[in-house]
């Protein structure tokens, strides 16, 4: 009785390990990274976070939008490598557009 | 004198404590996905765990023992493996996490990728236990946890809607995503009745000689630095679900809670957070590498006790030097924090009966405890923990797999 | 020390502290020794990881002494206590007239000192 608990627990453990390292990402999910990208890009401008981390939010959110089948992640994606370029060049202008476009593609969610 | 002394740095302690990366993970979830929805989990947690701390204080004022020193003595070895096994996990990928969470707080503000600061970060902590003694530990870690207030003081701010604060601190049902709801107000209670917390508090009072003359300090250090962590912890909640949730931002990844105190803190709010994390983080992983020292020499009947030197009590300190090598194993090989942090906190409530129910039995053992042994208010909580602790045991991984995201 | 003593209560799984009332290991197991009519007497202590695996399952016991034969610095898997050395029994532990450092007890504890701890610096007290 009690190997079969036991081995009950360890299979459940091993899919839970397994599916969250999976990480099922929604189209909900898709809306909240749009929405972040758009907040990062807004803070950045009003120089309330440094470069490094809004690059580092691209990486993560670029990560996660690659693994969502939503309508809007290709386009976020594309206008995440541009913010990506165009503060890396410090293109204050091209920043607040791209920032519009994240809020544009938010309210198409 | 000396008792007002403790009473103040117990509350600093239990403040450092509480708050760690587990309730800062479920936390700003809960907020960003439920706004102020799930602050009752919380205040649930709070009640719970503040029993908890108080029997565990009182247990080892009493009896002069840590609980797992007590447990194996009381119960015997083969009793006792169990809960060991589990909490000897659970408390590795806790530090994991927690290590996790420095590493986090270090990429935010050198811009540096998690993976870097794995080793280094161990090697830090390392020092700090080698070269420290219990109170230096717990006075530095907690007097410097207090920037954590930092979230109090935005959540304010941000002046929340009474009502509404008020709303969510009763139980409500979601009005969508339900099985998500659940899990995080199940992590929220597993994230802040962490077994290592209760366990690590018995073995603290033992290493401060706390007597029977400490039982009313006990109840006001459990009662007022735990409710304290939870204010902390309620103004996280407020601040993502006033920062966050309006503008549809979840927190799948902890750079997205990162934003939360750029609001109320215009220049600071980022550093602030980075700060706020690592140094919650840095005191809870020295908790918890010390805690897992703390079970193994007691269970061996090792030599133990942070003030000893570190050749008096070798094996205690390897203990706490491979749990860090392989707690920063995680964060070494590149894995998610946020998602270590979730996957710990899903377990340690799992974990929660076979941890806790021993404690509760010999809180009623008057053999032990004389005239300190559970009275019928204790008791009374002792029993609805019990139900508390195996329901979730049934509910938290099934929910885990179900409402995760 | 009490007139009657629990074997089992009193004495197994307490903690074990020597002449310095420094921690040295707790009681694993007790054997007793069953001589022609008479009751058992406690014979001696048996301290150390291979007889808490006996308690669990013996062949873990057998795996353990594999490895302990390869890799420990323990003179014996079994560690003795007599019943002789036992000074006292008190509510929190059993004293003996030992020097838990001379003993193999202290076996892993001596090596690690000697070998690893001595090697970094501050590992003494200040």
Known sequence: MQCTNAGMRRHLLFALLLIAACSRTTA??????????????????????????????????????????????????????????????????????????FASLHAST | MKKAMTLALGILTSVGGFFDVGNIATCTQAGARFRFQLIWAMLLATIVVI???????????VTNKALPDAIREHFGFTFWLVPFAILTVIHILVLGAEIGGVCFAL???????????????????????????????????????LITLCFV???????????????GSLPSLPSQHPANYWFIAVSIVGAVIAPYLFYFYSSGAVEDEWDASYIPVNRA?????????????????????????????????????????????????????????????????????????????????WNWGEDLAPDEDARFCLVYTAALLVGSLFMLVGMDPLQLTMITMALSAAALPFVAIPMLLLMNDRKLLHDAANGAISNVAAAAIVVLTLVLAVVSIPLAVVGGS | MKERLDVIRDLLDRQLVDS???????????????????????????????????????????????????WSVRRSARQIVPWAKVVDVTAYEIKVDLKAIDTPAFDWERWLRDHIVAKIPGAGGE
């Open chain 2, 221 to 301: 250090v459990s009662v007022i630095g735990m409710a304290f962590g939870s204010v902390i912890s309620i103004g996280a909640i407020i601040v993502a679900g006033v920062v966050l949730a309006p503008r549809g931002i979840h927190v799948d990844d902890y750079h997205q809670a990162a934003l939360m105190l750029t609001s109320a803190f215009p220049f600071w709010g980022y550093v602030l957070f980075a700060v706020s994390m690592g140094i919650a983080c840095l005191g809870a992983a020295v908790e918890v590498a010390l805690s897992m020292s703390y079970t193994f020499a007691q269970t061996f009947g």
């Open chain 2, 51 to 61: 029993f908890l701390i108080e029997m565990s204080g009182r247990f080892a004022a």
């Open chain 3, 20 to 70: 310095d009332e420094t921690k040295m290991g707790r009681v694993d197991g007790i054997v007793l020794d069953i001589d022609g009519d008479g009751p058992p007497r406690i014979d001696h202590f048996e301290l150390g990881f291979a007889v808490l695996a006996r308690r669990i399952h013996p062949r873990i016991e057998r795996w353990l002494n594999a490895i302990r034969a390869r």
């Open chain 2, 107 to 145: 990429h935010l503000v050198t811009g540096l990728p998690l993976q870097v600061w794995a080793l280094p970060v161990a090697v830090l902590l390392w020092l700090f236990l080698w070269r420290s003694t219990f109170s230096a530990i717990e006075n530095s870690t907690s007097l410097l946890g």
């Open chain 2, 153 to 167: 003081v935005a959540a304010v701010w941000h002046r929340p809607p009474l009502h509404d604060l008020l709303r």
């Open chain 1, 28 to 101: 909900d999910q898709a809306s909240s990274w749009v929405a972040t990208l758009q907040f990062t890009g807004e803070q950045w401008l009003a120089g309330r976070v440094p470069t490094s981390f809004v690059r580092a939010t691209i990486d993560s959110a670029d990560r996660a939008l690659q693994k969502t089948k939503a309508p809007v992640a290709p386009a976020a994606r594309a206008a995440a490598e541009e913010m990506r370029q165009a503060i890396d060049r410090n293109d204050r202008a091209a920043v607040a557009r791209l920032v519009k476009r």
